[in-house]
């Protein structure tokens, strides 16, 4: 069974940059997939903010591209998710996710970990 | 980007109705590339159907999508007291869009 759990800071100052990694066990990220990351807004609906590749290429979403870094260390079947200069409007309960190939649906989520920003 | 439009908003319904969902994308999805999730409060979406009608493992038979080009549809065939969550459809083009959520309400 596939399974995903976030980890980094719940609370980030604003024009600082959020940190979060997302473990991954029971699937080798080098076997394949796209690896995602995904935010909702308290009360709002989901937004994709990028993927990655197992071989290290990296989509974004165009609103979030000039501040979104995705990464992947195979060593340790895990990718990360870097968001600079936030501010208050990146509060949101972040998911990360696998993503099918070919047709594009995500199959598998993380549970979600929520961080705020705010001084 | 492809823009996935949900309605109603809310739906409110009692146990053993028909629920039917609707999602409308500002242009054409492949078949194979419509998704929808369920919601349930604080917890992770999961996923229940994709490529337009096939469940996902464990999803039961009250659950079935529909539908092509523009216009996808997903129907709960007779709501169960555990089917109360919001549902939003998913698509990948050249990006990963999802719609805004349909919320389905006990009335």
């Known amino acids: 069974q596939v399974q995903l759990q976030e980890s980094g800071p719940g609370l980030v100052k604003p024009s600082e940059t959020l940190s979060l990694t997302c473990a991954v066990s029971g699937y080798s990220i080098s076997s394949g997939y796209y690896w995602v990351w995904i935010r909702q807004p308290p009360g709002k609906g989901l937004e994709w903010i990028g993927n990655?590749?197992?071989?290290?290429?990296?989509d974004y979403n165009p609103s979030l591209k000039s501040r979104v870094t995705i990464s992947v260390d195979m060593s340790k079947n895990q990718f990360s998710l870097k968001l600079s200069s936030v501010t208050a409007a990146d509060t949101a309960v972040y998911f990360c996710?696998?993503?099918?190939?070919?047709?594009?649906?995500?199959?598998?989520w993380g549970q979600g970990t929520l961080v705020t920003v705010s001084s | 980007e492809i823009v996935l439009t949900q309605f109603p908003g809310t739906l409110s319904l009692s146990p053993g109705e028909r629920a039917t969902l609707s999602c409308r994308a500002s242009?054409?999805?492949?078949?194979?590339?419509l998704a929808w999730h369920q919601q349930k409060p604080g917890q992770a979406p999961r996923l229940l159907i994709y490529?337009?009608?096939s469940r996902a493992t464990g999803i039961p038979d009250r659950f079935s999508g529909s539908g092509s080009g523009t216009d996808f549809t997903l129907t709960i065939s007779r709501l169960e007291p555990e089917d109360f969550a919001v549902y939003y459809c998913q698509q990948f083009g050249t990006s990963l869009t999802f719609g805004g959520g349909t919320k389905v309400e006990i009335k």
């Open positions: 242009q054409s999805v492949a078949g194979s590339h």
């Open positions: 990655i590749y197992h071989g290290g290429s990296a």
């Open positions: 996710a696998r993503r099918v190939y070919s047709s594009g649906y995500v199959d598998y």
């Open positions: 490529g337009t009608s």
